[in-house]
């Protein structure tokens, strides 16, 4: 995201209800079911959703229009919805998403979509499939609505009782149906695209032709429309990782929302955003998989070589390199599967000798090689090795020796 210039927003866990209810929308499943919403002193508050609302709020809040025509904010946190929990789908999860203020052009969309779709790469996901929709502004989903009422009216009694309610209060969300029965029944509704204006019609081709540059493969489904209400114009999912995720289960969700800024009772900002759910991303990538959590591991053998391990160990972190000190009262050979286990390459053993004597033991663990280093020098030859790529595995006799006379030694 910084390298796309974007900037981390923080916002509040918990927000007034009424944000969530006048911006989701009062007939989407995530206001009318799975809100975690509570009551404090008389004031409605909810446990955030999603995170657009809240960044929107604070965005007209602070009056950001005022000092800068373009806001990129990105976020990562938590977000609480009350879904049944089953795999890839829980009531706390975490989402990455990011929101763009102040650009109205498909450019900006187009960018994004083709970031996430590199991003995706670049964990692991190998072709994921873009999704993409326009469902104009309001002109056209009111013609728009009307046109899908007037071909569902028909069968209306087939549908599923959520989707007669909804082609009441809020026909669109008929199409975002998981039902089977209404899935059928929505089958040949009328497409939106048929429906856009002038001026929709124009920032959807923008969109396909700066996708079609950026060499962005992408879907045509204009029955998408997502689960929120606030949207207008782009729509897009990313689905991918089929075989550990299943077919229904989408990575990101984004689209434009240019009337949510106004609606807040801030100026006409157009916006658009993304969100990802980073647990799903976890399932469905390489991510979490390295094996190398830290760089070295430093061992003091008894308690009289602790001071002088946690000095070390300081001075390594604050040359930039990855290290545990492992204070624990365990064999050598205890400390040195855990350095293993953590995929260190490097294990610095200080003992009684090493302690009278100023120096350290310095195992390198990928090359089984081991030396002997005073301690003023020993950081810089750890910087030293780990700027060179580790050997291929080798069998040093005289490295063993040396390691099991050094467990001997052990208290
Ligand atoms: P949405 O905010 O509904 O557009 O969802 C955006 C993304 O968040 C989805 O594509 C999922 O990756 C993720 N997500 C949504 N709901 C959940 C959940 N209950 N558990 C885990 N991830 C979720």
Redesign the pocket.
Known sequence: MERLGYREVRTPYVEATPLFVRTIGSSTD?VEKEMFSFSHRDEPLTLR??ATAGIARAYVEHKVHNSEPVSRWYYLGP?F?A?RPQR????Q?S?V?AECFGDAGPGCDAEMIDALVAFLGDIGIASPEVFVNSIGSSDTRARYKQALVAKLEPVKDKLSEDSQRRLVTNPLRVLDSKNPVDLELVQDVPSVLDFLGNEDRAHWDGLRRHLDALGTPYQVDPKLV???DYYGRTLF?IKGAYDKLGAG??????GRYDGMVAELGGPAVPAIGF???T???LIASELGSETSVVDVVVAPIGEGAVDAALVLGRDARRAGIRCEVDTRDASIKARLRRANALGARIALLIGDRELAEGVAVLKDLAGHAQETIARANVITRVADLLATPAPAPATMPGATQAASAASERAP
């Open positions: 995530v959703p999603e977000m919805r879904e890839g789908r829980y009531r999860f989402q998403g997502r689960g929120l999912e289960s989408t990575l990101i969700g984004g969100a990802a759910g647990e799903r991303l």
